[in-house]
């Protein structure tokens, strides 16, 4: 491996932490907040931001390491299908399936939107060669 893929992955490991991180920070204050009204909220809002940011990512930032730092690492980090699997399977055995339905329903639609507003955004900021 060179010292350049070295060095990406250096970023990326460094920005997947601090991704990491802010999840659990805002996931955290989110749930602590509003956790009794809306179960696993810090984890919805957490996923919905981390897909408008990385249709924006995705839009605006050239190949190389800094989007490979932050599209694979600080958003990897960030957002977490593994806890919307766990929290999905915990209102399943807790037989709360209305808000399962709604949890599936928002993670699902507003993804999509996001991602896509994001791209959008990100287009208008950055236009493409010839637009």
Do not use: K
Request: with cysteine.
């Amino acid at each position: 491996m060179g010292r350049d893929a070295l060095r990406q992955l250096l970023w990326v490991f460094l920005a997947g932490g601090t991704g990491a991180t802010l999840r659990v920070v805002l996931g955290g204050l989110l749930d602590a907040r509003l956790g009794e009204r809306f179960p696993y909220v810090g984890t919805l809002v957490v996923n919905l931001i981390g897909c408008f940011a990385i249709g924006l990512a995705a839009a605006v930032l050239p190949a190389g390491t800094p989007r490979t730092a932050i599209i694979g690492g600080l958003l990897g980090g960030f957002t977490t299908y593994s806890a919307f699997a766990l929290f999905s399977f915990e209102l399943v055995r807790d037989e709360r399936l209305g808000v399962l339905a709604l949890q599936i329903g928002l993670h699902l639609s507003l993804g999509i939107l996001l991602a896509a507003a994001g791209m959008a955004l990100g287009r208008m900021l950055v236009p493409s060669p010839g637009e």
